[in-house]
């Protein structure tokens, strides 16, 4: 029961923020997930050192169960299927550079943080 206390304040402070996130999109008719500008406002957060480590185990447990929580969308784009394959090589083009992109800046932010000399 400890566990839940502990992360109930963090995950409350990542949901609040995904749902700020969705509004702000929504408000200034934003091409951009809520979620996505709720993890900028976190980020901002973090670098501002206000200090929020109460959130980390909140975060910790909602980046444990991240693989379950994609299971429901990519299920839902079961139903997708006939307007995706019509886009399959735009499709493969974007996750391949995005990915390629994400790695490069997370080992040069790991870089920057001091993890790699």
């Known amino acids: 029961m400890r566990t839940v206390w502990e992360s109930l304040p963090g995950v409350l402070l990542c949901c609040g923020l995904a749902v700020a996130g969705g509004a702000l ?10 979620a996505i500008l709720g993890l900028g406002l976190y980020l901002a957060w973090l670098v501002s050192g206000r200090g929020i480590g109460w959130s980390r185990p ?15 969308a990519l299920v839902g784009l079961g139903g997708y299927l006939g307007l995706l394959a ?10 391949l550079v995005s990915t390629l992109l994400t790695a490069l800046v997370t080992a040069l932010l790991y870089r920057l943080a001091g993890g790699v000399e």
């Open 25 to 34: 999109a929504d408000a200034l008719r934003l091409p951009v997930p809520g």
């Open 58 to 72: 909140g975060a910790a447990l909602l980046l444990r169960w991240l693989g379950a929580m994609i299971v429901p």
């Open 86 to 95: 019509g886009a399959l090589l735009p499709l493969l083009l974007v996750l």
